[in-house]
């Protein structure tokens, strides 16, 4: 690709996500991306049909790398070790990437989680199915009961301060998939 293509598209992106810090998707317009980003409203839309479609290739982007991750691990190691899933998932999820991280911390984009997290369960599952040679069906409501809770406790933290360490947070989900709500009790018991 172009070197001027890539600047303008990435001047575009930033302009896009500190748009995005203050304001809700829906009032961003393609003049305010355009005049952040320095560029006229022509130049926007040599590369995009409107600030949706913008927001497509920065999810299919995410989900690209996402998928590249998934296809070049040992899936059932991870569902029996979630703390090597949540290792992966940082891997493959840039953090400091500003899109993603706006979109997890502010919900930003609505739905935009709901679809990060069907994307998610339908990849594993369907690398379970293929690795572990299960009935695609049954895996699926398997994969979304274990990923409903890991996933539900990744984005509360990623919401939160993050004061809670993320490896201490791994292995507690670790031992909570593998030895129930029971591990808790006697956790807490111990305590």
Not at 50 to 79: H, M, R, W, Y
Not at 126 to 141: G, I, K, L
Request: aromatic share 10%.
């Amino acid at each position: 690709m172009d070197r001027r293509v890539i600047k303008t598209k990435k001047a575009i992106k930033k302009a896009f996500f500190t748009l995005l810090a203050d304001k809700d998707l829906n009032d961003i317009s393609v003049t305010d991306i355009s005049r952040l980003a320095d560029i006229n409203r022509k130049t926007f839309y040599n590369y995009y049909t409107g600030v949706f479609q913008l927001v497509d290739e920065l999810e299919n982007d995410i989900l690209t790398k996402l998928d590249a991750t998934l296809k070049v691990i040992d899936i059932i190691e991870c569902i029996k070790y979630p703390k090597r899933l949540f290792e992966l998932l940082d891997e493959a999820l840039d953090l400091n990437d500003p899109f993603l991280r706006t979109m997890l911390e502010a919900d930003k984009v609505p739905g935009f989680f709901s679809k990060f997290e069907n994307e998610i369960i339908c990849m594993i599952r369907d690398e379970v199915s293929r690795q572990a040679h299960t009935d695609p069906v049954a895996t699926e409501y398997i994969i979304h009961f274990i990923l409903a809770g890991e996933i539900s406790v990744y984005k509360a933290w990623l919401k939160s301060d993050r004061s809670f360490p993320a490896e201490k947070l791994s292995e507690m989900v670790n031992e909570v998939a593998l030895n129930g709500v029971i591990y808790l009790v006697k956790k807490n018991l111990q305590d």
